[in-house]
């Protein structure tokens, strides 16, 4: 009998090659992965990062531009645009630009969006900020 436990003993390694591997193929992929998405998340992450800064960066010139333009108006309706236009900077210098983890960003991403909806309705002028970065590609100064 001990003579075949030495056999068993033996061939176990090769039996088991089959699983051996199976497990070492599982860790390189999983490690593989762990770095890829890694990778892919981080360079996810930068460029909504991008896209999300750049259209704060127009509401902030967008409405920046338009208080200079009525600050001199003394009648009631471009006063009440200029509150409105006040507000919607006061909104946005309060957008957490330093915290990439705030768990309510699309929240106050929501809250920009809606108060340049606001405004752009008081001002009579379109909403979609994208006809203006799109339009200034075709200056020549």
């Not at 208080?67 to 946005?92: F, H, P, W």
């Not at 768990?103 to 106050?108: M, N, T, V």
């Not at 001002?123 to 200056?139: A, K, P, Q």
């Amino acid at each position: 009998m001990a003579f075949v436990s030495n056999g068993d003993d033996l061939f176990d390694p090769i039996i088991m090659a089959d699983n051996r591997f199976h497990v070492e193929g599982y860790q390189e992929g999983f490690e593989e992965g762990t770095r890829q998405g890694t990778i892919e998340g981080r360079n996810h992450g930068r460029l909504h990062g991008a896209k999300l800064s750049a259209e704060v960066s127009f509401y902030n010139g967008f409405a920046l531009a338009w208080k200079c333009l009525l600050q001199n108006d003394s009648d009631v309706k471009a006063r009440k645009r200029l509150k409105a236009m006040e507000s919607l900077i006061g909104v946005i210098q309060n957008f957490p630009y330093e915290d990439p983890q705030y768990e309510k960003l699309q929240e106050d991403m929501e809250r920009v969006r809606a108060k340049f909806r606001q405004v752009c309705s008081l001002l009579n002028v379109s909403t979609d900020f994208r006809e203006y970065v799109s339009g200034s590609t075709g200056m020549s100064f």
